[in-house]
């Protein structure tokens, strides 16, 4: 009997006491063991709905294998950034010979209209003064011929 109630009062005991020492220990690990987790949106949730020390050594999962090759990994990419950045501001400078083009063809485009339209009537103007230089001298002609049969 002595037995059953010594149990009973333990497993009352330990009852009342595990959420404290989940609290400890939930503190523990935030603070000392995986600082990372301050910042991981995922083991946070975890780590606060943990109920027992299983459940809190479960929530606080070891770093992970490639942390080591992370500065390789960053360098790569870094590097990658850079040949990209490179390209792109190659592709600007190719384009931008272009665009002047374009624009300075759009510029000829509105031009050309009223040069055209100039030189048409240029053109007019000179089949008209052909007309008449080619009517005077078919007269001259005639007039050499009438006076060629006198």
Known sequence: MLAESSEASVDQMMTSTIPYLTA???HQVQLH???PLHTDVAAQPRLNSAVGFDDMLAAAQP????????PRRVGELEARLRSHEVDSAA??????PQMLAR????????????KVESLEAENRRLRDTNNRVDALLQKMKESKLKQSFR
């Open 24 to 26: 400890i220990v939930r």
């Open 33 to 35: 063991v995986s600082p």
């Open 63 to 70: 770093l992970p294998v490639s942390l080591p090759d992370l």
């Open 91 to 96: 592709a600007k400078r190719s384009v931008v």
């Open 103 to 114: 624009e300075n063809a759009e510029q000829l485009l509105k031009i050309s209209p009223s």
